[in-house]
């Protein structure tokens, strides 16, 4: 039986590799050059996107600016046709190439004295690379709508 063992190892060293993708940026040893990352976007306080329901976010101001790794503060406008909106915000980031987000939620709350101004924090970008942001809102008793704001965060 001596080709029995061959390819369980070949199985074993390939699940290795797939694993150590994602653990070999965490660890440093792969260097993001965000200059030649194409997807992301020039932060610039106050840059605004429309969904598709026709929601305005404006991206007012990040602490770092530009957004840096681990833990952002974002300050958010959003308003609808109506007004300045008023409901539920939530702000998700993810890391397209890696398939995954972060473990700590980030705590989305109205500013006090503004309508339709929320702070977000900690929003946690915890690895260098490209991170989708996803900031959603769902209006009180209306519809939702969402933008996506794409960041690389070098390393
Ligand atoms: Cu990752």
């Known amino acids: 039986m001596p080709h029995m063992p061959r390819p369980l190892i070949l199985v074993s060293i390939a699940g290795l590799a797939a694993l ?38 404006t991206l007012t101001s990040s602490t ?23 409901g539920a915000v939530e702000v998700t980031p993810f890391m397209p190439d890696h398939r995954h987000g972060t473990p700590i939620v980030a705590i ?23 991170w989708e942001i996803t900031v959603a809102a769902t209006a009180t008793g209306g519809s939702a709508d969402a933008v996506v704001f794409r960041f690389c965060i070098p390393g």
């Open 64 to 86: 770092p600016a530009p957004p840096g790794r681990d833990d952002n503060t974002w300050v958010v406008d959003i308003a609808t046709g109506a007004g300045p909106f008023d």
């Open 20 to 57: 150590g993708a994602c653990a070999g940026d965490d660890g440093g040893s792969t260097v993001i050059n965000c200059e030649v990352e194409d997807r992301d976007e020039a932060f610039l306080a106050g840059m605004q996107k429309v969904g598709a329901g026709g929601t305005t976010f």
């Open 108 to 130: 989305v709350a109205p500013v006090a004295g503004t309508p339709g101004r929320y702070s977000a924090a900690p929003i946690n970008l915890w690895m260098p690379g490209l």
